[in-house]
């Protein structure tokens, strides 16, 4: 088969390596300038660093898993790291996740938690049924005292809303209750693990989390045309036209509200619905420091708090591999969400550095390089429309005889481990179409 794969990110890249393999004819059109789209890094000097956040090797399948450290040199070429992850909860580190840590507190902020979380814990047991907004879900699933000393302040820093206007779908059902019996232990300064999500995790030794992508284009046998935007898609005969080229299938990766003008069969009414999936855009911001001594062996931190500057989570960057930084230097990411009001300058950026000096994580004089990147699709902004919309623009799709899939070819909340596992899914799909010469059915069930 002849097929065009749209979009250069790793899920368009990742399946068509697969669809080649099996000896398909493979285009993939991207519109940048090279693959990769959030998976994409950049070198400044000595100091290589990850254009969209911290990104990490890492699946509960080990298929998957698998998939990713081949493609990025195997054991030789990643840097195993065994998670460390905290909170800066004030003036103190707390271990994360929250619920686990809160005997690291202050004992005022250790009673309303456990007040909160037992008054919750009684009212679910009660048959209180689970809200439809975010903010109420928080507060029925750890209770008011939870939701003020942590959960409520990061998730608006994050999502830059009332939670009360967010769904509750994207968590409700998805997020395990916490054991009571951890919770009890950890208030009285018993230790426990809880999130063992992500426990192990691995990072290419060179060429930030793009080598991924990288090792995936190189070798993968399909063609890649870069600074390609595609303006027209449609059907002719039992196949279909991409910009007037013949294709027997075509497979979407695009983010919706970037490529939906290129389909004009798409009705108006799902066109409207894909026009309203509004993203949340992510600057991340790239610092390179000079250091007297290592980095703490932290992997990432969470900033719930507004006076901790903007930034709602810091990678430490150089510990993934000490390829990330030059000799005698160490690196961070710092991850600012925004709606598209956002533009960094000087002024800008000295006021999250002075921000994190005082909130402990670096030294301000210390800092030798600071650059930023714009990632305008970062984040499903999943209102309390969000669920009924896109379940109509997914039937569309689903039934168009096109494909589209990815985190905002599909709009499912998934890290590159999950794209890539839906790669697979979609590559087992169309090995059945090839095979049986049928229509293509609906790949997503």
Known sequence: MKIAILGGGISGVALARMLAADGHQVTVLERAERPGGLCKSRRYGEFTFDEAGGHILFSKDRTVLDWQLERCGGAAGTVRTERNTKIR????WVPYPFENGIGHLTKAAIVDC??????????RRLGTPCPANFHDWVVWQMGEGFARHFMVPYNEKIWKRDLRTLSSAWVAGRVPEAPIEDILKSAVGLDTEGYTHQSVFWFPKHGGFEALVQGTVAGGGFRLQTGVAVQRVER????????????????NTVPLPQIEAAFPELPEPIRHDIRALRPISLINVMLGVRLDAPLPNLSWIYLPFAEQGPANRITYFSNYSPHNAPAGHGSFLAEVTHRGE???DGPWLRSLIQALGK???LQPEHVVLAEWCNNEFAYIDQDLEFAARIARVRSWWDQSGYIT??????????NSDQC??????????IREIAASGAPARPVFR
Not at 89 to 92: G, N, T, V
């Open 236 to 251: 002719h005969g039992t196949g279909f036209r991409v910009d007037g080229e013949p294709f027997d299938l075509v497979v």
């Open 405 to 414: 899939f990815g985190r905002f070819g599909r709009y499912e909340y998934h």
């Open 342 to 344: 956002l533009r960094p």
């Open 420 to 429: 890539i596992a839906r790669a697979m899914q979609v590559h087992q799909h």
């Open 114 to 123: 456990l007040k909160g979380y037992l008054e919750a814990h009684v009212q």
């Open 89 to 92: 909860w004030h003036d103190r």
């Open 359 to 361: 909130a402990g994580i």
